[in-house]
């Protein structure tokens, strides 16, 4: 596993630039051309970035997300989340680095091999942090009106929360 | 709608803040979050540039094409109205590809230019289209072989066996996979007429 990390992104690279070369490619010049379209792709999310970020860290230091757990076990329950897992659950569609603080504690007090830490692990690999993602894609394309893309994508994330708790308890 | 989740975390945090007394708090974090974002911006820029910079010289070199061909049966039927052999399909099939492997500093890049390049070819006018939504709920439902951060964060908690958790995460996000598909693709029509 960790040997495949190792590798997977040298040999993306490698095999990119190798491609390249062998088609007569002028690597290093259209490089550059890629690189500076990358830059002002960089500069059109940053609004975006700050609105995120400065959300997300006023809701993490108000200490909210506790009160949003309890409040909302019940819902929880209904899709057979253990109540540990609820602020993970929540912290996952807005943040990532958030989830894996939330993530770490879980494991440090539960137990890697508990039930609770493998729904845990389960949600962490099969959820991603959803409302980042559609912030960055939509403020680098200056989109405003994002239609469905919130409730479709919600809906993933509720099945995937739903799925990780039934799957961890019918294969363990 | 993303207006109201900004507006509705700040004022959600102002009103818990004042209950619970912790304003200082909450005033050092609105502070420091605005530059933590810009640092945030900063470290991706570079990812920014180094995978923008190599998906042009796969472009270059017809990788990209092939690829984009070799998944074009799934990518036919996900992006509607989508050239299959334009820059939006390429650029979205290897941030695909990059998801599945588990390569995420690569995978943000070429979504972002993935999405860009749909706004370009479909001229969206700020509206998103129903391929870009398609595209980001592929994204948001994480299809990876090898989740490795969780696998390395359970490792270091003392795993018995770090990986026995794959099955049940390849099944979880199938699952939410299909329902995501499922949910752009029933709830487009809902969203067709302009509010």
């Keep these: ?172 | 709608m993303m207006n109201y989740i900004f507006a509705g975390m700040i004022l959600f945090s102002f009103v818990f803040a004042a209950l619970t007394g912790r304003m200082a708090e909450l005033s050092e974090a609105a502070m420091t979050q605005a530059g933590q974002a810009v640092t945030l911006l900063l470290s991706l820029m570079g990812m920014m540039c180094l995978w923008n910079g190599l998906m042009r010289i796969a472009q270059a070199s017809g990788l990209t094409g092939r690829l984009s061909r070799l998944l074009s049966p799934v990518t036919r039927r996900l992006f509607h109205g989508l050239d299959p052999d334009g820059e939006a399909v390429s650029a979205a099939t290897m941030n695909l590809v990059a998801n599945f492997l588990g390569l995420g500093n690569a995978a943000t890049p070429l979504g972002i230019k993935a999405v860009c390049a749909m706004e370009k070819e479909q001229r969206a006018n700020g509206r998103a289209t129903d391929a870009m939504a398609m595209f980001i709920v592929l994204n948001t439902a994480s299809v990876q072989l090898i989740p490795a951060t969780t696998a390395m964060l359970r490792v270091q908690a003392g795993a018995a066996a770090p990986l026995d958790i794959l099955p049940a995460t390849w099944l979880a996000s199938g699952v939410s996979l299909a329902a995501g598909i499922a949910a752009a693709m029933l709830l487009a029509p809902l969203w067709r007429k302009k509010r």
């Design chain 1, 1 to 172: 596993m960790t040997a495949f990390g190792v590798w997977a992104i040298p040999t993306a690279v490698v095999l990119i630039v190798g491609y390249g070369l062998i088609k007569g490619v002028r690597v290093f010049e259209v490089f550059l051309e890629g690189a500076k379209e990358g830059l002002e792709m960089s500069w059109r999310i940053l609004p975006a970035l700050v609105a995120l970020v400065v959300a997300v860290g006023m809701f993490k230091a108000s200490g909210g997300l506790d009160l949003l757990s309890f409040a909302l076990s019940p819902l929880g329950r209904l899709l057979g989340l253990p109540r540990e897992v609820m602020p993970l659950a929540l912290m996952r569609p807005v943040s990532g680095s958030g989830a894996m603080v939330v993530f770490t504690d879980l494991l440090k007090t539960c137990g890697p091999d508990s039930t609770i830490g493998r729904i845990a692990s389960v949600m962490m690999g099969a959820t991603e942090t959803t409302f980042y993602t559609v912030a960055l894609y939509y403020g680098a394309a200056h989109v405003r009106d994002t239609r469905h893309t919130i409730p479709a994508a919600l809906t993933a994330d509720i099945t995937g929360f739903f799925m990780s708790a039934l799957a961890v308890r019918l294969l363990f």
